[in-house]
């Protein structure tokens, strides 16, 4: 079983920028496909971005330009760099894993999935 954390959530301004982790614990491997997704209230779970064991990347149109996924391998962790962020960017961010390392956009994809860090961005 896998069990992922989030971490770097908070309130910031609009313009401004947050760096969001997620570690992964319990049995992990180098394979599984990582992706944030974002949850505002009332909406459904969003796609946000996603990186395979290969380190090929896929973004939503909404954050492309100004979020990047990364990973690092050794320390069972992805992050997500939040740049220019906008109020429509208020939401609760989920780091998800899937077994299968392909590049994947559904949330139906993924297997594992964190318990979110809250992201609040101010007009």
């Known amino acids: 079983q896998v069990q992922l954390g989030e971490s770097g959530g908070g309130f910031v301004q609009a313009g401004g920028s947050l760096r969001l982790s997620c570690t992964a614990s319990?049995?992990?491997?180098?394979?599984?496909?990582m992706g944030w997704f974002r949850q505002a209230p009332g909406n459904e779970r969003e796609f946000v971005a996603t990186?395979?064991?290969?380190?090929?990347?896929y973004y939503a149109d909404s954050v492309k330009g100004r979020f990047t996924i990364s990973r690092d391998s050794a320390k069972n962790t992805v992050y997500l760099q939040m740049n220019s962020l906008k109020p429509d960017d208020t939401a609760v961010y989920y780091c998800?894993?899937?077994?299968?390392?392909?590049?994947?956009?559904?949330?139906?994809?993924?297997?594992?999935w964190g318990q979110g860090t809250q992201v609040t961005v101010s007009s």
């Open positions: 998800a894993a899937a077994i299968h390392g392909g590049i994947y956009n559904r949330p139906n994809d993924y297997d594992y």
């Open positions: 990186i395979n064991w290969s380190l090929t990347t």
């Open positions: 319990g049995r992990t491997f180098r394979s599984y496909a």
